[in-house]
């Protein structure tokens, strides 16, 4: 196995945090090598085979019927496009097609949820990074994989022989804070996620009343089952300015 350039990982890591299942292209960008046969290594479960899965990715591919059953009726299976998904999968490419909407919606929560979701992606990459290291750490015990567990915060720690299963101890309870960190982060998007639509629990009819009153108010003839959820979030997005607009007017005429 050849350890990455971690120099050149941390710059790639600095532009955006990456997906856990693109980890083993960027340690290869990073000049790293992982085992490919059987042993300790090849066994860790770092990065699911997702090499069939694929699932929509822009919000304008997603028709607003299946949108409305992902916030309403919590049916996330519209988004998978090809293969078998498990549930934090579909939660992840959920919670990105919900990062566009607020964008697309200029949502005052997107910058929250890019941020939110950011940390959490970096959390994972960590918890993969960290595993990675420990294992090699019981089987090459090199200077380098020292170095690297320095550089994520174990530079207290002695690295020797001796001090091996204490050492390995240490990093496991640590590393619990961040997992519970993790789950914290995730909680709060998916907390975040069920506004979607601020009245999604009212059903479904929701939606076709938000498409309803920007036909009236605009005098259009969009259908719900004629728009994508990227073109519901722009009609939101302009019919709440209308709204908004129509409020100043009233304020002002009864300010008079």
């Known amino acids: 196995m050849k350890m990455p350039n971690w120099n050149r990982l941390k710059k790639i890591f600095a532009k955006k945090p990456p997906k856990p299942d693109t980890l083993p292209s960027l340690l290869s960008s990073a000049g790293a090598t992982l085992p490919v046969t059987s042993g300790v290594l090849s066994d860790i479960p770092i990065v699911k085979n997702t090499e069939s899965l694929n699932f929509v990715s822009r919000l ?3 028709k607003l019927t299946d949108f409305i059953a ?4 919590n049916d996330l299976h519209s988004i998978v496009i090809s293969g078998q998904a498990d549930e934090e999968q579909l ?3 959920w ?3 919900l990062s566009q909407y607020y964008e697309a919606r200029q949502d005052a929560r997107a910058n929250q949820h890019r941020e939110l979701l950011g940390q959490l992606e970096a959390l994972k990459i960590r918890a993969a990074v960290i595993e990675m290291l420990v294992e090699a750490y019981k089987c090459f015990p090199t200077q380098m994989i020292i170095e690297r567990l320095r550089e994520l915060g174990y530079f207290d720690l002695q690295f020797t022989p001796e001090t091996m299963d204490n050492d390995l101890m240490c990093i496991r309870n640590n590393e619990i804070n961040y997992q519970i960190e993790h789950d914290n982060i995730k909680e709060e998007l998916e907390q975040l996620s069920k506004g979607a639509n601020d009245k ?3 059903g479904h009819k929701i939606f076709y009343d938000y498409v309803m009153s920007y036909n009236e108010a605009y005098k259009t003839t969009y259908t719900v089952d004629g728009l994508n959820a990227f073109e519901y979030a722009l009609i939101c997005h302009r ?6 607009h129509l409020n100043t007017q009233n304020r002002q005429t009864n300010a008079r």
Not at 70 to 73: A, G, N, S
Not at 239 to 244: F, K, P, S, V
Request: contains cysteine; charged residues 25%.
């Open 91 to 93: 939660g992840n490419a």
């Open 60 to 62: 304008k591919d997603l």
């Open 200 to 202: 999604a629990t009212a």
């Open 239 to 244: 019919l709440d300015e209308y709204i908004e």
């Open 70 to 73: 992902c916030c309403v009726d």
């Open 95 to 97: 919670l990105h097609l």
